[in-house]
């Protein structure tokens, strides 16, 4: 069964926010920071879930996947054990593919969606830093 293991903040200023939850919530960097073309972000963890606080590097590339470019909560994922499971059931529910990134290119891997309410949500099966695998600690990611 698909978990919820991944939350991203839009954020003019990634390292104040990430101290702020690091400092108030005893969060954990997890990994240097990354700047991508993309967007830079740093990895926090609580153990379970994955904190990605990002600035995105253009309101257009803020739009594309998050469907809007104003600060605040950009989009969240699912850890799920199954990609094909996972897209086969988002076509029956009509869910939209809203971008995808090659495997072989990127440090992870994940598909961003739309739900019904058009909110961006991203599914993976290979785990966010940081965060607990579907089956526990006996699954692997690609963050072990």
Same mark, same amino acid.
């Given at each position: 069964m698909?978990?919820?293991?991944?939350?991203?903040?839009?954020?003019?200023?990634?390292?104040?926010?990430? #101290?702020?939850?690091?400092r108030?919530?005893?969060? #954990?960097?997890?990994?240097?920071?990354?700047? *991508?073309?993309?967007?830079?972000?740093?990895?926090?963890?609580?153990?379970?879930?994955?904190?990605? =606080?990002?600035?995105?590097?253009?309101? @257009?590339?803020? #739009?594309?996947?998050?469907?809007?470019?104003?600060?605040?909560?950009?989009?969240?994922?699912?850890?799920t @054990?199954?990609? @094909?499971?996972?897209?086969?059931?988002?076509?029956?529910?009509g *869910?939209?593919?809203?971008?995808?990134?090659?495997?072989?290119?990127?440090?992870?891997? #994940?598909?961003?969606?739309?739900?019904?309410?058009?909110?961006?949500?991203?599914?993976?099966? =290979?785990?966010?830093?940081?965060?607990?695998?579907?089956?526990?600690?006996?699954?692997? *990611?690609?963050w072990?």
């Amino acid at each position: 069964m698909p978990k919820l293991r991944h939350l991203a903040l839009h954020t003019a200023d990634p390292e104040a926010t990430a #101290e702020f939850y690091k400092r108030v919530f005893d969060m #954990e960097q997890v990994g240097p920071k990354n700047d *991508s073309p993309v967007a830079e972000a740093i990895y926090l963890t609580d153990g379970t879930l994955n904190l990605t =606080v990002l600035r995105f590097k253009s309101q @257009e590339i803020a #739009e594309r996947l998050s469907g809007s470019s104003a600060f605040g909560l950009s989009h969240f994922g699912f850890w799920t @054990e199954s990609m @094909e499971e996972t897209k086969r059931r988002l076509r029956e529910a009509g *869910s939209e593919l809203a971008d995808s990134r090659d495997p072989g290119h990127v440090v992870f891997y #994940e598909e961003k969606w739309k739900g019904p309410d058009g909110v961006t949500f991203d599914i993976t099966d =290979v785990g966010f830093p940081g965060a607990l695998p579907p089956g526990g600690l006996e699954a692997k *990611s690609l963050w072990s």
